[in-house]
């Protein structure tokens, strides 16, 4: 009796759920983020969800895309570099702006995405001076947000 207790029916082991349990540490690691199902959705209800996601998300924001269509054709236009020094131009403002170490004092944590987080890691050593990190960037980052919408910001706060 004891032995058929012990042993393991291999048939009745889901290995979706199984891995998908392993794959689920997005809450270990921000226990107030929302649960994702550890089961993926199945069939045509998955295929139907995503429709209506995407229907949604179209209508929502229809208006948004066309002022972000506008501005993003205009940053093309200024992105774009006909030779290359000029592109090596553009990198070394780009690295004088974002890139070089910030002094700071009194540091506090913020958080964001892993994937997030990873993406400005690899572009912080890749591209940033020595000693350079995902939170000097983010720093970086939020100074020249802050100059160039202050203004802007403080204005916005008023009304």
């Given at each position: 009796?004891g032995?058929?207790?012990d042993?393991?029916?291999?048939t009745?082991?889901?290995a979706?759920f199984v891995?998908s349990?392993?794959?689920?540490?997005?809450?270990?690691?921000?226990?107030?983020?929302?649960?994702?199902?550890?089961?993926p959705?199945?069939?045509?209800?998955?295929?139907?969800?995503?429709?209506d996601l995407?229907?949604?998300i179209?209508?929502?924001?229809?208006?948004?895309?066309?002022?972000?269509?506008?501005k993003?054709?205009?940053?093309d236009?200024?992105?774009k570099?006909?030779?290359?020094?000029?592109?090596?131009?553009?990198?070394?403002?780009?690295?004088?702006?974002?890139?070089?170490?910030?002094?700071?004092?009194?540091?506090?944590p913020?958080?964001?995405?892993?994937e997030?987080?990873?993406?400005?890691?690899?572009?912080?050593?890749?591209?940033?001076?020595?000693?350079?990190?995902a939170?000097?960037?983010?720093e970086?980052m939020?100074?020249h947000h802050?100059?160039?919408?202050g203004?802007?910001i403080?204005y916005?706060?008023k009304?």
């Amino acid at each position: 009796m004891g032995k058929e207790k012990d042993e393991v029916n291999l048939t009745d082991i889901n290995a979706s759920f199984v891995i998908s349990s392993f794959k689920n540490k997005e809450i270990r690691n921000n226990p107030s983020m929302p649960a994702r199902p550890l089961l993926p959705p199945q069939g045509a209800d998955h295929i139907q969800t995503e429709s209506d996601l995407s229907n949604t998300i179209s209508t929502s924001t229809s208006v948004d895309i066309a002022d972000v269509d506008s501005k993003s054709t205009i940053a093309d236009d200024n992105t774009k570099r006909s030779s290359p020094p000029q592109r090596k131009a553009a990198f070394e403002k780009y690295r004088d702006l974002y890139l070089t170490t910030p002094k700071i004092k009194h540091r506090k944590p913020v958080f964001i995405s892993e994937e997030l987080r990873e993406q400005l890691d690899e572009i912080a050593r890749r591209l940033g001076n020595k000693g350079m990190s995902a939170s000097g960037f983010l720093e970086n980052m939020a100074i020249h947000h802050l100059k160039e919408f202050g203004e802007d910001i403080d204005y916005w706060r008023k009304m």
